[in-house]
């Protein structure tokens, strides 16, 4: 879906294969940021081999916020990472940018919020 296409340059199997590989090896949150907008994807390994993605802008993410509580500290954690790299990514290049890495402390097996 367009309004989903958060990959500037490159093959985006190929890229999707790459932030695959990442949250199998680091089970991190990552950030990932594009030019026009920023994305952050939080990462659920359900099984050993298959995972969720979850997709939102910041103001996507703070409604989930507001009705999952016990998230709070995590997503409010990286809400403000997200704030501190904003001016720097927006202008910056086309490419994908894989900005910070953040580990995610007790990651729950399953999360009470839907794919956006």
């Known amino acids: 879906m367009q309004?989903?296409?958060?990959f500037d340059k490159g093959d985006p199997f190929?890229?999707?294969k790459k932030i695959k590989q990442e949250f199998n090896k680091?089970?991190?949150?990552?950030l990932k940021t594009s030019k026009y907008k920023i994305i952050v994807q939080l990462?659920?390994?359900?099984?050993?081999?298959?995972?969720?993605?979850y997709v939102g802008t910041l103001e996507q993410l703070q409604i989930i916020q507001a009705h999952n509580s016990k998230y709070d500290l995590k997503i409010n954690h990286v809400l403000s990472?997200?704030?501190?790299?904003?001016?720097?990514?927006?202008?910056?290049?086309?490419?994908?940018?894989?900005?910070?890495e953040?580990?995610?402390?007790?990651v729950p097996k399953q999360l009470d919020i839907s794919p956006i």
């Open 3 to 6: 309004n989903k296409a958060y």
């Open 14 to 16: 190929e890229v999707h």
């Open 26 to 30: 680091l089970h991190k949150w990552v």
């Open 43 to 53: 990462y659920e390994q359900v099984q050993q081999e298959s995972y969720q993605v």
């Open 81 to 100: 990472e997200l704030g501190k790299l904003k001016q720097d990514y927006i202008t910056n290049s086309q490419e994908l940018c894989f900005a910070k």
């Open 102 to 106: 953040y580990e995610a402390v007790n």
